[in-house]
């Protein structure tokens, strides 16, 4: 079954930088495109970042665009976010999801269970 | 970037009741919307895609529709198990955004 598991969250001072991964299994990973999304405590989701099957395009969020940077080892059937230049409005929970469909229709149709990034100051 | 709305928030109703949200967006994006579920504590979950495609697994009282602008999303008999927040997401830009959710409770 599809499983996508996210890591590397945890408390980091503000300026700094984290990666989080996201691995995943039951699935040829390297078909599908990825995304990552967001959640601040108490707050609605808010899209991240997306990557192309390939690695071949990216687009992000103006929110962390400059900042963060999203990657993937499709080898290791794993899924990055490269967070720099952190700050405390970064602090969230970070999902990864699949992106499902096809090249037209996108849908977020499997989720990680989501790691935590807090932000201090 | 393409901004979405949600209505109402919260929304309160009664198992059996019929329950409906809006969403709107800021420019047309098609057919290019998407309904998700969260519960507390966990991921959200995929219901309708392409703005009226059931996804597979998902119960028949959910259901979508709309185009453009303007959507709608459904559950004709509210269950005990539908107690959750709601979120439309559009991907008709390459920032794909979401709607601020609709938090559906009982009365």
């Known amino acids: 079954q599809v499983q996508l598991v996210e890591s590397g969250g945890g408390v980091v001072q503000s300026g700094r930088s984290l990666r989080l991964s996201c691995a995943a299994s039951?699935?040829?990973?390297?078909?599908?495109?990825m995304h990552w999304v967001r959640q601040a405590p108490g707050k609605g989701l808010e899209w991240v970042a997306v990557?192309?099957?390939?690695?071949?395009?990216?687009y992000y969020a103006d929110s962390v665009k400059g900042r963060f940077t999203i990657s993937r080892d499709n080898s290791k059937n794993t899924l990055y976010l490269q967070m720099n230049s952190l700050r405390a409005e970064d602090t969230a929970v970070y999902y990864c999801?699949?992106?499902?469909?096809?090249?037209?229709?996108?849908?977020?149709?499997?989720w990680g269970q989501g790691t935590l990034v807090a932000v201090s100051s | 970037d393409i901004q979405m709305t949600q209505s109402p928030s919260p929304l309160s109703a009664s198992v059996g009741d019929r329950v409906t949200i809006t969403c709107q967006a800021s420019q047309d994006i098609g057919n290019h919307l998407n309904w998700y579920q969260q519960k507390p504590g966990k991921a959200p979950k995929l219901l309708i895609y392409?703005?009226?495609n059931l996804e597979v697994g998902v119960p028949s009282r959910f259901s979508g529709s709309g185009s453009g602008t303007y959507f709608t999303f459904t559950i004709s008999s509210l269950q005990p198990d539908d107690i959750a927040t709601y979120y439309c997401?559009?991907?008709?830009?390459?920032?794909?955004?979401f709607g601020p959710g609709t938090t559906v409770d009982f009365k």
């Open positions: 392409d703005a009226s």
């Open positions: 999801a699949r992106w499902g469909g096809s090249d037209i229709v996108e849908k977020l149709d499997y």
């Open positions: 997401q559009q991907y008709n830009n390459v920032r794909r955004t």
């Open positions: 039951g699935f040829t990973f390297s078909f599908y495109g």
């Open positions: 990557i192309w099957y390939d690695g071949g395009i990216k």
